[in-house]
């Protein structure tokens, strides 16, 4: 049977023939043939290289801050404790001069007790 005066082995060379054309235009077309090509991926994988140090310098100075800020919150708690050191030494000297004043009100207390008899 024929279709429009052409056989079937007449319609299958075209087509093989029209892909061909279409195999070979689309090379023509590949940007592997552009001689900025090479330039253009080469500036694309630099830019990729700067962006991945700046990220890995975003995260070392991150890291830093807290490790900064961890040893700040260290020394914090350090000058506190020794505040609080200092804070317990005053009071227990405090509690001994009052026991000690104490001591002496009740030992005149006696004393003038006694001289009275």
Do not use: C, W, Y
């Amino acid at each position: 049977m024929q279709v429009k005066g052409t056989s079937f082995n007449d319609r299958q060379e075209n087509s093989a023939k029209a892909k061909l054309e279409l195999l070979k235009r689309a090379r023509e077309n590949s940007p592997m043939n552009d001689p900025e090509f090479a330039q253009r991926q080469a500036e694309k994988a630099a830019a990729g290289v700067i962006r991945d140090k700046e990220r890995v310098e975003r995260k070392a100075a991150k890291e830093a801050e807290k490790a900064r800020l961890e040893a700040e919150r260290i020394e914090n708690e350090r000058v506190a404790a020794e505040q609080a050191a200092a804070a317990a030494e005053l009071a227990a000297a405090e509690a001994e001069r009052l026991v000690a004043r104490q001591a002496i009100e009740e030992a005149k207390a006696k004393l003038a007790q006694f001289k009275k008899r």
